[in-house]
């Protein structure tokens, strides 16, 4: 299994950035996506969330408004589409994979820094 993320890097205040996470070895569709980050120094959050079937996300208070999950079963992949991005924002996002019958899998991170 291998979960892939790409799209992060530096951005100014205010600007968007749209992570992509391109999954292999397990069946897509049957699998809760997330996105989650962790800043130096704290722990791993819990960013945004959608369903295996695309109809339900959930956010974190502190993106609402302005990061957007999305997937494409067809395409294996999950989106981030963050725009309004503050310095608060900076931090490694890390793709997650979650089954109902509990298997779990994580991508290596990418890196987004927001400069104010």
């Known amino acids: 299994v291998q979960l892939v993320e790409s799209g992060g890097g530096l951005v100014q205040t205010g600007g968007s950035l749209r992570l992509s996470c391109v999954v292999s070895g397990l069946t897509f569709s049957r699998y809760v996506m997330s996105w989650y980050r962790q800043a130096p120094g704290k722990e791993r959050q819990l960013v945004a969330s959608?369903?295996?079937?695309?109809?339900?996300?959930t956010y974190a208070d502190s993106v609402k408004g302005r990061f957007t999950i999305s997937r494409d079963n067809a395409k294996n992949t999950v989106y981030l589409q963050m725009n309004s991005l503050k310095p608060e924002d900076t931090a490694v996002y890390y793709c997650n994979a979650r089954a109902s019958w509990g298997n779990e899998y994580w991508g290596q991170g990418t890196q987004v820094t927001v400069s104010s």
């Open positions: 959608m369903n295996s079937v695309g109809t339900i996300t």
